[in-house]
């Protein structure tokens, strides 16, 4: 007997991730799923996110990594507070990882929480985790090619910061050739250059961030569920 | 490796579908799979073997359909096959352009006893 089926392979997980945000759009809060490759910048592009932002958005983060709990010490020291997710060698963080920790913040008190996937440009594309948005990081060493060899993850991100700008004199990375083939594969997406080390650009993805925070409050208070905001300048 | 993750989850469409039907054993299994989607066919039919050991889908013949990448520009209307990744409408060079087909991972349909 032939049965018709036509069900998506990821829609247990798909579902979790549409509770995870409902439970966190409840409350006004921004959650942004921040990819990219070991090494890109990551944990460093957040310790400054945190140390620009905190004054005025509160913010958590929720930190993926394989084994360690080394990024989320780092996020610790910046004062904010920080759950770390063990994967124990998985290569992605899946929607009901983030479900089962999210208990573990006092939501009511907060903005934004950004999570920190597990470093990787593959897997963590096809997983849902309950994120308003995606944003991926690049960094010039790892050369200007990985747009088009790993187009999913930067077709499906909202924003891509392309990091270590500071190092391009040292590196054979082609900028405009790298910016080409990102405004190709997502011509929507908000596309910044930045270097974490000088902070050179790193204004306009605050200037991102702040927008996505104040965007997802406005859109919980028109739906009636209005949190009052730490003081915004 | 993310196939282990997502041969579990067609494992899990397929018993709960199954057992939706009464059905004592899965003969095969039809998946569609897009070209935009980060999954080696091998790799995955490797864990869904090891996984389907013990259930009722162990041994099914699992075939996939490997999905085009095409684009539909939402301004012009236009269908077209999306090549070297790049998401401008050929008819009227708009960057809005939905994926229609080529991210698909779905469980097309199963023959069950």
Same mark, same amino acid.
């Given at each position: 007997?032939?049965?018709?089926v036509m069900t998506d392979i990821l829609d247990a997980n798909d579902q979790l991730a549409h509770t995870v945000n409902q439970k966190l759009s ?5 959650v $942004?799923n ?10 460093? @592009? @957040?310790?400054?996110?945190? +140390?620009? %932002?905190?004054?005025?958005? &509160? ?33 992605h963080l899946d929607a009901g990882m983030i479900n089962?920790?999210? !208990? ?11 999570i920190?996937n ?5 897997c963590p594309a096809e997983f849902e985790i309950g994120e308003d948005a995606k ?11 990985? /747009?088009?060899?790993?187009?999913l993850?930067?077709?499906k ?9 500071? #190092?391009? *004199? ?16 997502? /011509? ?13 650009? @790193? ?5 991102? #961030? ?8 406005? &859109?919980?208070?028109?739906?009636? &569920?209005?949190?009052? *905001?730490?003081?915004?300048? | 490796?993310h196939?282990?993750a997502l +041969?579990q989850g067609i494992?899990d469409v =397929?018993?709960k579908?199954? =057992? ?10 039809? $998946?569609q799979v897009g070209?935009?989607t980060h999954v080696? *066919?091998?790799? %995955?039919?490797?864990?869904?073997? +090891? @996984?389907?050991?013990?259930?009722? =889908? ?13 684009? %539909?520009? &939402? ?5 077209? !096959? ?12 708009? =960057? !809005?352009?939905?994926i229609?087909?080529?991210r698909e991972l779905t469980v ?6």
């Amino acid at each position: 007997m032939e049965v018709k089926v036509m069900t998506d392979i990821l829609d247990a997980n798909d579902q979790l991730a549409h509770t995870v945000n409902q439970k966190l759009s409840s409350q006004g809060i921004f959650v $942004l799923n921040l990819l990219g490759s070991p090494g890109c910048g990551k944990t460093t @592009l @957040l310790e400054k996110t945190i +140390a620009a %932002l905190k004054a005025d958005i &509160r913010l958590a983060v929720i930190e993926g990594d394989l084994f360690t709990s080394k990024d989320a010490e780092r996020i610790e020291r910046q004062g904010v507070p920080v759950i770390q997710i063990n994967t124990a060698g998985g290569c992605h963080l899946d929607a009901g990882m983030i479900n089962s920790v999210i !208990s573990g913040l006092d939501l009511s008190s907060l903005d934004m929480i950004i999570i920190e996937n597990v470093g990787n440009l593959v897997c963590p594309a096809e997983f849902e985790i309950g994120e308003d948005a995606k944003a991926t990081v690049l960094s010039v060493t790892e050369g200007e090619d990985k /747009p088009l060899k790993y187009p999913l993850v930067f077709r499906k991100s909202q924003a891509v910061l392309i990091n270590k700008i500071d #190092l391009l *004199p040292y590196t054979d990375f082609d900028l405009d050739a790298a910016m080409h083939d990102i405004k190709g594969i997502n /011509p929507e997406a908000t596309l910044v250059t930045a270097s974490c080390r000088t902070g050179q650009g @790193l204004d306009e993805w605050y200037h991102w #961030l702040k927008t996505q925070v104040k965007k997802k409050q406005n &859109r919980s208070s028109e739906n009636g &569920r209005c949190k009052q *905001p730490k003081s915004t300048n | 490796m993310h196939e282990m993750a997502l +041969a579990q989850g067609i494992l899990d469409v =397929a018993l709960k579908t199954a =057992a939706q039907h009464g059905a004592v054993k899965i003969g095969r299994i039809k $998946l569609q799979v897009g070209k935009m989607t980060h999954v080696e *066919p091998d790799s %995955l039919l490797f864990c869904f073997e +090891a @996984l389907a050991v013990g259930s009722i =889908a162990e041994g099914a013949n699992v075939e996939i359909e490997i999905k085009p990448l095409i684009g %539909l520009c &939402r301004d012009c209307g236009k269908e077209f !096959s999306v090549s070297g990744y790049y998401f401008i409408c050929p008819e009227c060079q708009s =960057a !809005s352009v939905e994926i229609i087909s080529g991210r698909e991972l779905t469980v097309e349909h199963l023959e069950v006893e």
